[in-house]
């Protein structure tokens, strides 16, 4: 470790940042204690989620500090990272960067960046949104550390293959790659799961080798239950919302779920949504709904358009429906059953190839049917995600199904996750009011 | 310029094939595993789209940010296009593929079986034996449908028998520069590889080797890259411009032609020949092994400039542009992207910036 960096990382990431974050946090919660910014139609935030917001800035308050520190992994988000977090990685997510960068309504600035880099506009806005980032040097987090491995899952996509192609050409480091088959039908075949496990082992070996240790099979176990424990509270959390009406809205879960994605082999995670859990039934004991005259409850499909979170759910909750589940957030919830912490290693193989978006287009009408049942929905709104191909495509068929033989309203929103030039807001509001008047007729 | 030798139209191979017998697959891009198909009675038959078909059609089941292969090959599919064909291979090339196969298997549901192959991305050591298996199951469901269960030697004979075929589209890519072929008929002869039985592009390929000439290639060269070379008339606008292909790295071109394996089983054998073949997007290649792959072609060919052909919202080729656009840049070799949806005709747009890249090469 280097001394200089080793003194500032205590200093910054461990004392100062963390302070200064904390007393940002207290601000924040008596600002919502106060009733700041709330909302005619909705429900005020959670009370843990500035709690949240602070783990989450911590996080990337460390990541400033890591370099010469830490090893740093940066890594797709349905990455099998159990491993990594058992090694002490720092482990950097560049689609939560990206989305942090969507938030703050700073992506299309720094996809600018990536354009004229050559990266066409036709390209996951994720990856131009960092790649922009990378180039630029600009980040509302400060500072990225300079990864010392890359691991890509093939599991949401093949874009995140070529973007780590890219990433390990700029900096120079190995990258590890795990290539999920794509299972069409119900099941994987063994050979897939064999192909996966081997990969696995050969990711562990790389790991290992950047560490300069090698891997406790206790740290690992370790690790894995908390990540399985995280994700069962993460799962519970979101089956409240079976509750009528819903305590949380899938607007706010899309926030929430930062630490799921990142932290997730975390002690701290675990404890943030166990009491998270514990509010949320508070809520439903005091009989509190996310929107105050909930009569319409919908599912949400697709990635969030993160630069329009707030003014979505508003739009929405005027219109008194509730949006109480969506199938991305439910991802993260749907690993829990397979990670077994007692054989971490085979676990990660089911648990890595069986997403969503590693699955087929009617694997996910099934999923969404499911959830029509359980969370008593009246309809769907489907983002049509126009640089997301793998979790789009399907969508018209999907919505052909959802609204002939089920009966459900199904609306197909054309946007874009992370681009603000493909989402026009007159559009968008004369299409959610369209939408809002096939559920009142569907009545 | 020389006489392409005779090559029978797409519809009659598929027509005379039938009454023969036999019966026909549609294999969606990139990479058909011919000899497979050729053992259980197959005769290969390749989608790249195809041009000029109706869309609408296939408007009801794909977003209009679907590259126009995928959206064509399904609206060619609900048209009848492939309704002398019994089955559709649909291989995993890209996120788009993916989802095409996906929505034939689970909602669109064609007469024909829809058999999805996942081609390996990892470098790893399981890579190979993973795709064998695939392999296998894909002979395994071929022999369900057709009720064939030919031996594994037989099998290999195929293979080795189509490796002969790819060394023979090795050979006239590499003698280009001296086939005094027409671009458009150049290309129709290594195309015809996408439909025609084996045997018969055999025949084709060898009459045009005997046309050989010492270097036949006008001053004016270029490198082809990209996805596919339509529409056609891309070619015939470089014909009148005395511009010569000289060297091929498109997708459904030079870039799939692999080596032959070496196993002496016919699984193995075709992964093996799979897992060698060029640097290549849909592979997941790293960048700095097709930024070499393609600057050593360009080298080795002598063109004096590249065109990157590119399908759009073609992912996996747009995302290799600016690091090989930079090599090529580094060694002095200009290149222009020219980007077209297969249903459009030639643009003028297109034939201009053809032309200023034109004009950069002496
Ligand atoms: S293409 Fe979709 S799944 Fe892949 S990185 Fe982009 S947003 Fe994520
Ligand atoms: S053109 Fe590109 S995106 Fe389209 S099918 Fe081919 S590889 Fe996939």
Redesign the pocket.
Known sequence: MNPAAGLAYACNARVLGPAALRAARLYAERQARGGAGRSPHLAPPLRIAPRCKEMVARHWLEGRHAQGVRKVAWV???APVEFLTALGFYLLYP?NH?AICGTARVAVDLATAAEEAGYSRDL????RTDLGSLFSGRTPVGRLPRPDLLLACTN?????LF?YRVLAEHFGVPLVIVDTPFVYGEEAPPHALQYVGTQIDEAVAVAEKVAGRALSAQSFERVATRSRRATELWLEILQRNRHMPAPISAFDQFVLMAPIVELRGQAATVDLYAAMLREVDERIRRGMASVREEKYRVLWDN?PIWYRLRAVAELLAERRIAVVASTYTNAWGELAPYLDPARPRESMIRAYTYPI?NRGTGHKLHIMQGMIDDYHLDGVILHS?R??????LGQMDQRERLSGSLKRPALLLEAD??DMRCYADEQAATRLAAFAEMLEAQR | MGALPAIAPRAEVIRHHRQQGGQVAAVLPVYAPRALLRAYGFLPVEVWGPPGVRTSDGASHLQPYVCSIVRNALSFLLSGGLDSTDLILVPHAC?SLQGLGSILLDFVKPRQPVVPLYFPRSDGAGAQGFLAEELRRLATRMGEITSRAPAADEILQYVVDEETGDRLLLELHEARRQLPLTNADFYRLIRSREYLPREAFETAARQALTMRQPDAAPARTLLLSGVVPEPTSLMAALDERQVQIVADDTLCGRRRVCPPGRSSDPFERLSQSWLGGPPDSTRGSSLAARSNYLVSRVKASGARGVVFHMVKFC?PELFYLPSLRKALQREGVPSVVLEVDLNDALSQQVLTRLDALLEMIP
């Open positions: 797709t988000s349905g689609e990206a996951c806005s994720y990856v949401i996509c093949q874009t995140v973007w990635l978006l995600d640089s997301c191909k793998p979790y789009s996750h992370n | 996120d992912e």
